[in-house]
């Protein structure tokens, strides 16, 4: 069974940082792409970052330049830094891992809670 288990989210001020980690480290597949998502109140689930095995990486543009994503590809873990948190970054965060062959997986999502 494939689990993902991930960790860091909390409350914290505008301007401060937290950072998100995700273990899928329990799990013997191959990993092609690890990824962060959200889900705010009322929205869609979108986007927030992905890293390939390559280390290629994608953000959504509300993140750009604040938020950082990594991978320690021996670990099969993905983190997720994030600075200047504002309080539309308010959601509950979700771990994506994109298998090489049995197609992809969520963790059960960590809330990460910004006040001004």
């Known amino acids: 069974q494939v689990q993902l288990v991930e960790s860091g989210g909390g409350l914290v001020q505008a301007g401060g940082s937290l950072r998100l980690s995700c273990a899928a480290s329990?799990?013997?597949?191959?990993?092609?792409?690890m990824g962060w998502y959200r889900q705010a109140p009322g929205k869609q689930r979108e986007l927030v970052a992905d890293?390939?095995?390559?280390?290629?990486?994608r953000y959504a543009d509300s993140v750009k330049g604040r938020f950082t994503i990594s991978r320690d590809n021996a670990k099969k873990m993905v983190y997720l830094q994030m600075n200047s948190l504002k309080s539309e970054d308010t959601a509950v965060y979700y771990c994506n891992v994109v298998w090489a062959s049995i197609g992809s997986s969520w963790g059960q999502g960590t809330q990460v809670t910004v006040s001004s």
């Open positions: 890293i390939t095995s390559g280390g290629i990486t």
């Open positions: 329990k799990n013997i597949f191959s990993i092609n792409v």
